[in-house]
């Protein structure tokens, strides 16, 4: 019975403290039910936003990434790329761009192009 209490206490403490601030404790707040967070959309803008960025450093020729020596971690801007590629939104004008695929693509090709037979990559 004990531990039954024990597992009703943190409800009756938020309780308390909503009560406090003047407000019914049975009214949920907007924050708590997500209502009002930008997180998402947030995310997607900066992310949009630094599409160019990310392709200012892209060789079309080899489909690396990066300036100077290769570094394989240079491709990993092909994950912000595949994400801006997919993600379906009126803010995202990358959305299924035909030219953004054949970057991915490519910069795909480029990691196969350096992979030892065991597919492995040397860093």
């Known amino acids: ?48 936003a630094r599409v160019p960025g990310i392709l200012r450093t892209y060789d079309e020729k080899t489909g690396r990434f990066g300036s100077g020596l290769f570094v ?6 092909l994950f912000p790329l595949a994400v801006a590629y997919a993600t379906a939104s009126p803010r995202n004008r990358y959305h299924r761009d035909a030219k953004l695929l054949e970057v991915i693509m490519k910069g795909g090709d480029a990691l196969i192009e350096v992979q030892d037979p065991q597919g492995r990559w040397r860093f």
């Open 1 to 48: 019975m004990k531990w039954k209490m024990l597992l009703l206490l943190p409800a009756a403490w938020a309780a308390a403290a909503v009560a406090a601030e003047g407000q019914s404790a049975g009214v949920i707040s907007p924050e708590a039910t997500g209502v009002g967070l930008t997180f998402k959309t947030r995310a997607l803008e900066q992310l949009v």
């Open 72 to 77: 394989v971690g240079d491709q990993n801007h």
